[in-house]
């Protein structure tokens, strides 16, 4: 699923939120909130991984995509658990 696609159903999920009850609709924000907020520092940390594993690349290509599938595996398993 791409990243725009999450958005759009975010988006879609907040102005069904806007036509529901006061209390139904806060507390459904705040849970589109903290998926939006976790989503954004899951991007963030796998960037800075890659860019990270990016100074390994001068070194050795073999190295390089050995760390990148490390810190992939250890990302994924911090966001979605054991596959």
Same mark, same amino acid.
């Given at each position: ?22 209390d139904y609709a806060s507390g459904g924000n705040d849970m589109l909130d903290d998926i939006d907020s976790a989503l954004q520092?899951?991007?963030? &940390?796998? !960037? ?6 990016? =100074? %390994?690349? &001068?070194? !050795? ?6 760390? =990148? %599938? ?14």
């Open positions: 699923m791409s990243e725009s696609k999450i958005y759009q159903l975010i988006n879609q999920k907040r102005t069904f939120l806007r036509q529901a009850t006061k520092e899951a991007k963030a &940390e796998l !960037s800075h991984n890659l860019e990270l594993a990016n =100074c %390994l690349r &001068e070194e !050795s290509d073999t190295s390089y995509q050995r760390e =990148c %599938l490390a810190m992939y595996n250890s990302w994924y398993e911090k966001w979605f658990g054991k596959p």
